[in-house]
């Protein structure tokens, strides 16, 4: 999977999760520039981003991610391991 | 009042099941509409339900709901969960006195935020009344009471 098909198959997620559809997430992305990005839909997205992989992640992987990007990164180790 | 199971995160597994059984009564039905302030007529009156094909006036989806929160606040996780999202589905009417039983099992275990994810189903029978999802935070179990005698050591 390429990271622009990575992002493709993240866009539905952070639109549920984050209840916005016209959010489009970019690698420079931090959750302060998403209104309801707060600690409980954070969980949210670790959620379903795991359900939707097939991966999990540990606390330390998510812990500390600057932006989305990073996530992303995190996302691409998991599935390429 | 009696309390839930206290589940830890290393007590869990992919594909754990629990099941409760239930019923609702008329009892429940007219607490629920003071509780609530529904007092809709699908669910008070038996002849309007009938008029419009069903069997009887229809329980509350909430008082199915309220079987969800039993099951996940005393049984899966139990004592130490706490509620993150409910998603449920109705999808054929439940009557007063029917023996229903809602079924749970384990889907997905997020160590990284500690996330219970659930599916259930409510059945009488063979028939399907409800199903859905729910996830949980599992909580820590922190004794205050020994923290405090331990800066005291």
Do not use: C
């Not at chain 1, 998403?34 to 998510?62: C, G, M, P, Y």
């Not at chain 2, 259930?120 to 005698?149: C, H, P």
């Amino acid at each position: 999977m390429t990271t622009e098909e990575l992002y493709t198959k993240l866009t539905p997620i952070f639109r549920d999760v984050f209840d916005d559809e016209s959010l489009a997430p970019h690698p420079a992305m931090t959750a302060a520039e998403v209104e309801s990005w707060d600690s409980l839909s954070n969980i949210r997205l670790i959620v379903d981003i795991e359900q939707r992989f097939k991966i999990h992640f540990t606390t330390a992987e998510i812990t500390g991610l600057a932006n989305v990007g990073e996530l992303v990164a995190v996302i691409e180790r998991k599935l390429v391991g | 009042m009696q309390t839930g199971r206290a589940l830890g995160w290393k007590d869990l597994a992919v594909g754990m099941k629990v099941q409760a059984s239930f019923s609702v009564e008329a009892r429940d039905m007219r607490e629920f509409a003071l509780a609530s302030g529904d007092n809709s007529r699908i669910h008070r009156d038996a002849q309007f339900a009938q008029r419009n094909g069903f069997a009887d006036r229809v329980v509350y989806g909430a008082l199915q709901v309220a079987q969800l929160s039993y099951v996940v606040g005393m049984l899966l996780p139990g004592d130490l969960g706490l509620a993150a999202a409910w998603q449920i589905s109705f999808r054929s009417p439940l009557y007063i006195g029917e023996q229903a039983e809602l079924n749970a099992e384990v889907t997905h275990l997020s160590e990284a935020t500690r996330i219970v994810s659930l599916k259930f189903s409510i059945l009488v029978g063979e028939r399907t009344i409800a199903t859905g999802s729910a996830q949980s935070k599992l909580l820590d179990d922190v004794d205050m009471s020994s923290d405090s005698a331990n800066v005291h050591e």
